[in-house]
């Protein structure tokens, strides 16, 4: 078979750490070509593999005819862009929050739909594997109906991360949109999702800027969750977790409780009410970079290449991304959003 | 000095693992009354201490010249039977929730004042030793300012606790009012109030009935608060944490973390940014009696002693039960209540 | 329902210790007859709960009209007793090894049958929840096939154990017929057959009296087993382990391997080859009766009740015991015995 | 002094990993000849050490006047080439086991005592610390007797080892002439005779091929022993130990237990009936060369600048042979083999 | 054999703790008198064996015939009682300090050998199991000579320990002659001579009352020691260790550290210099009375059963004795004394 | 500002490791001279700064200007080149022991008053931050008064550390002047009087030269201490500690006891008599260049900055010397000697 070609828009911190160099490890793919406002970001890449380079992605997917498009700009651009390589006619691996509202999202489920493309959504936290083994074991049934949890997502916030540090989009609000909850907070509601297979009912929200200097978008937000089996919860977002970084999920059941996350050594443990202590060590091979990739390049590829469509969808994608909406909008509007 | 005389109103579970057992401890305390519907209650405690018992507090209150009075009825009775023992000319101690409603808690507090006598509410939170160490490292102020919260309060429930068991008043919403929110929500509502040196300024609740059955009070109970000063943060009450029982309260700060109750050695543990790990155990001798006692009726005694106003006291209980009853309130109305 | 009438044959250390006081504690039995030529130690269970005392098992077959009885005598004395006892028409639970012979072992199983009785034997092994637990994760698949394995059951000798300490019939090679591999042997025959649901083709074994003195009976029984699958192991059970006591189990698979009862804390380990460790504490509440009984009489009684065959049946015995008779005649002729 | 000239044949893992930084390291010799089948193998050492290479080890031994060498080759090699050293007037050092039959081992025996040259063989095991502290204790007595034991080494294959990977002389059997027992399990019947300072009596052998495809020597070779004190014991070689790799010995003895190799930390551990409990770290430093080394070539140069027998000599090496002979003769007869 | 008739003189916390049990557990002894100036404590013990009881132990050698005393006296009376019965022709077991000066002890040697009676020293600490222990590693020789050591002992002082409380004789000069220094100190002056077989040369000693109110004796010791060989050490005696109880002895040696006491769980711990650690658990089965006794009347017990002269004898007890009475003139003048 | 100019007089280990090192990494320094009678390492450090190197410290202090010096020199040298440097105008930073006598002692700070300039001596174990945190807890008060202390410094000896290996000048008298009293000892003078802030009355001294061959400097110093509160101690340095390195510090107080340095995580320890743990873990990151440096040289240059007089200045490092000089002439006299 032929390799897909693929080209990566936004060249950033998400492209530099996760999609290059996954799709340099993944023998399907070729890398055409890349996408920067910043050029030279954008031709260092190119370089590398005897590719092209743009400042506008508009120019790139005019010039260059590609199978799949990965989008890692400012959360502002994830829709136009997927759109725009959707009508090109490739297949779209976006970036988390896959939009700036829902009208954007379902418009970009509708483009791929029409063009008759694949879009997946960066949600790596369904692929990390002490998530995909609480899925498991909630799966199984030995723990009964979940009753309440709590999930969280903490950390120093994105200076240290961003490639522009302190100036990163990731504080501009036009560019960014949101802050910790378009971060972090939409990996949880996608997360809960997930491993309750249930869908969120009402939300309320506090969102805040509480310690930042020189933004307005939050660093801080925290949501009431009741999903539609009636379990409810509490999801955290934060960027000023300056120690206790933090990101786990506490699951109480009917028959025990799940901890997810909380431990350094086990990442996954069960106690059940007749006394059994299961505890699992998962994704202990930091150092094979396989184990530490996200998974999501090689996800999307493997939809591309069996022709499945993906299961983290546009339309998953965008339900996750409704439930922080929502807590913005309780937020602003101080009553709880059914959705 | 004189002995202090004083009765015990409602002997169930509280008043016979705590209340009595400690007053009994206490050199400065002479028991001479105690009142309860099942008689047969009262009695036995009458007999062990020569006292005399009541099937009705008013009997008990009119036939008894008392110093003080403690109050460990269900909680629909707490604020007539507080107000009856302030007009007899009683101290009062009253236990948690204080009162139904805020009317009554003000009410409470007006009697109180109007017959020279202390109120005092039974928030023992505040002196269990890992919570008075976490307030003193909080004033040193090496943590900076607190940033967010969570702090949580979860048991299998009042079943194992109570000396009715499932029959118990907590599952009567007609005398109970409230349940996991009035039995260990309003323990915290209390203690993020004494420990930040803040009050609550909006409230969201999502308050239900998620797993018990045959009653209609709450057994799951989650908020969100926001501080006068911004602070936000988590409140979780639950009757349905049949393993993974908690009394936790983290706090993020400017300058690091403090962690108390969620190890099992090191009841408070603060992690600061500049590498620095303090790890506290505190409260360790369990064997000791004076340790393992709440510190509640000590705390009373002492006030009543020294002509001291209780620092728990009816105004501190009311601000703490506004704080969940906003939660209700909020549950009630989809709505954010601001205090 | 009326309760089902039990007899206990033989009360010595297994019926005082496991026999009787399970079967007090199960709802459904009624104890009506108890026998030993120590006819003191009938007595005194007998007076214990209105019943009657036997010095001879056929006297009390002979009077007592009794729907099921367990035998507990001697080895040497399973099979005359537990096919008298079918021949009185009495369902029977027969300690193991269930016979000395294969002969009397096959004999039992037909006067169950011709009786229409149930003939359930002791190896309450199969019930303890580690291996119930390792078990259920073999039978998952995700170990794959087993390669190899060793299982061990060590101790320091019945002087411990037994109510005649040094005296006691498990040294007397009339009465006990084997020594180790009797006592502790068959029980990890039974367990690797259970685990693996797998049949032993061939054994090697060496069988001697290494260190006890004044008695003739192993004291340690070392085998070689290889499966019908072609799956080999070792077998190996000692009365000369005064420290280092084991009664562990390890299987070496294809995916990984798992360890039963190596580890203190955590009864089941599981390590596969993709990284992933599981740690499994089961059987945790020792000081919960139920927990620490050995599972059999429940299961011997319900099997009864629910008028379903015993899954640890006599043919299961017969197969278990067949193992380690092969390994005392590999011992006497220096070959390796095919089953 | 002038130095020792030493030819290494056979330049595989074992050459490269062991023998040959091992003399680098040995002051007092000149590495002069290497010889392998794969000339560049041997040129590329013999440009390091300014020698010379050979594809024909007879080549090597008629050209080249040396002092000793290290025979490093498929097992089927041994001994024709120690004997064709030891008739060049070389001291020969062999890998284990030392050859394919008895009878070669007493060829190579009685090849270096007609020519006045040292014959020992590279037992490994005995010079690990932790071997050697367990030497220690067993001889000072205060384990006393040891009346059992079991002693195993286990890990995924060669493959991982061999220079040659899935394609090494490991699988071919013409080449090998044994598979795991003679990787591994004549280590352990080396070791076991040294801490015992026993010989074995009686051999009983399951040696099977179980796993490993595309080869027909042993993967998994389990056997019985009994020492002609009466000791029995365990003694198992696998290559299928794909997780839980073992390389330990427990002894049981008249006052305790001795465990070595079972613990990750302390190497040794001895637990006393009396409650004494004694563990020993030994081997600690891993850093350092020394220590890592294997010890075989500095006691064998050592023998030789010294004048003095290796320990480890030819005698010990055939009846550390003959005792793995007798399990494949078991395997192959049915029957238990006595040395 | 008769048993050997036994009187104890002085019946306060050292005899009821640890003589008195110690002989009743003896099965060759005989307790026939007891002396006590409060008669009732002699009495208690005198109607529990039928023996007879003493307010002047005077009397006591006057009117019993007895074949060995313990002298559980305050200290200012050890020699005049020792001597008496030894003059009375009794085997003697003085606790320590054996005498309040060099001369007393010299005359209650002296005693003994004209009587032809044993004189043993309760210096009880050489029969802990991690003292012999060191005893024995030392003797090894595998640690190489002792360069320098630190001992000390150090606890919250007698008040909890004697019958008296705060009223002991242990505070009242007159009687105790010396306070930490003789309850503490000088059982480590005996065990550093034993452990180095080797003698104190020179002492320096500040002494001192620090803490405790209304007594003079010393409640700190610290001494340097120079022994015989050069070996330089700290020697400390502290009845103010609050917290932080210490009775530990670290050993700097040519080849590595020996620590004893210095953990928990192991009390002997040597570090080589080569990275062998050795850990010891000696002494762990504390709830066997055997090993929780001090050992002392044992071993005094079988030194007259069996005629030997004890090992500790008046000798022996001399010179620890000299040495802290060193200490207390090092204090006294100001200068280093030599021995 | 301009930077500070600074000399480096002696090029030896603690120059090239602690001061060089630290003074590049300060913003405000420019070194502009070294000097070593080895002048190759002078020139080497010259050539990496564009600097002067000297042989003669005199020259250098003749030809070049310099703001600050460091006195890096052997023992002996101390006194004389401080004092040039100070005639100089230079400020003066000068190593521990700051001179050989307590007269050399007075004249350096003498020189430094008359010529208006700073003398700080580099006792950088003040500002390790486990000392800093005991002080801050001792200055608390919640330890109470420190009633006794032990505080040592050991380790294998200078060999490892200097540049000259055994031919080090801290083993020839001349220079050293004294050995490890003078190295590690006059360290833990100077932190026993700040954390006690209190001054040593009484000294008494046994140090000598027990294992180093070939020179007559000490190896191990034993010390006495008595403060004037009367707080006693003891005081070890020893060169000889092999293995059981140690830097710790242990204080017994009124209220608890304050362990610095003794385990491996938690470097300060308190546990006080209400049963209060507190364990901090302080100077963790020590991948952070800062918290590595001894905090000495920044200290120095502060004080230069600010126009600070330096804490740690020649009055203090004279009190702290002439602490181990009267454990000289204790040792030499045979008497305490009072400061």
Redesign the interface.
């Known amino acids: 078979m032929s390799k897909i070609k693929v080209a990566v828009i936004g060249c950033g911190a998400i492209a530099q750490r996760r999609h290059i160099p996954e799709y340099e490890a993944n023998p399907h793919v070729e890398l055409v070509a890349f996408a920067d406002p910043v050029i030279e970001r954008a031709q260092k890449y190119a370089e590398k593999h005897g590719a092209l380079a743009f400042a506008d992605y508009r120019e790139l997917l005019k010039e260059v005819k590609v199978d799949a498009v990965s989008v890692c700009t400012p959360n502002a651009l994830h829709a136009p862009v997927a759109i725009a390589a959707a009508n090109a006619g490739a297949h779209v691996l976006v970036e988390k929050p896959m939009a700036a509202t829902a009208e954007e999202g379902r418009a970009m489920i509708e483009a791929a739909q029409q063009n008759g493309v694949y879009l997946m959504v960066g949600h790596n936290q369904r692929l990390m594997?002490p998530h995909a083994?609480a899925k498991e074991i909630l799966d199984s049934g030995r723990l009964g109906k979940v009753?309440?949890f709590?999930t969280?997502f903490?950390h120093p916030g994105p200076e240290r991360w961003s490639v522009d540090g302190k100036d990163s989009w990731f504080f501009r609000k036009d560019e960014a949109i949101m802050g910790a909850m378009g971060d972090l907070g939409v990996h949880k509601s996608d997360l809960i999702r997930y491993l309750l297979s249930d869908e969120v009912a009402?939300v309320?929200?506090?969102v805040?800027t509480?310690?930042k200097e020189g933004t307005d978008v939050d660093d801080?937000a925290?949501?009431?969750l009741?999903m539609k089996s009636?379990?409810?919860?509490?999801l955290?977002a934060?960027w000023?977790?300056?120690?206790?970084e933090d990101n786990s999920t506490?699951l109480?059941?009917?028959?025990?409780?799940m901890?997810v996350g909380t431990h350094p050594d086990?990442q996954v443990i069960v106690?059940?009410?007749?006394?059994?202590?299961?505890?699992?060590?998962?994704?202990?091979?930091a150092t094979?970079e396989k184990?530490t990739s996200s998974g999501v390049i090689d996800t999307f590829v493997n939809s591309i290449v069996t022709q499945t469509p993906p299961s983290i969808s546009g339309e998953e994608g965008l339900r996750s991304l409704e439930v922080i909406l929502a807590a913005f909008e309780?937020q602003a509007t101080?009553?709880?959003i059914s959705l």
């Not at 009636?230 to 509490?234: A, N």
């Not at 000023?240 to 206790?244: C, E, I, L, Q, V």
């Not at 109480?252 to 409780?257: A, F, H, L, M, R």
């Not at 009410?273 to 994704?283: F, P």
């Open positions: 594997p083994k009753i309440s709590r969280s903490g009402d309320a929200g506090f805040n509480l310690h801080n925290t949501c009431l009741r009636g379990t409810i919860g509490t955290v934060s000023t977790y300056y120690k206790g506490v109480w059941c009917e028959n025990g409780v901890k086990d106690e059940l009410r007749n006394g059994t202590v299961e505890r699992y060590k998962v994704g202990a091979i094979n184990q309780s101080g009553k709880v």
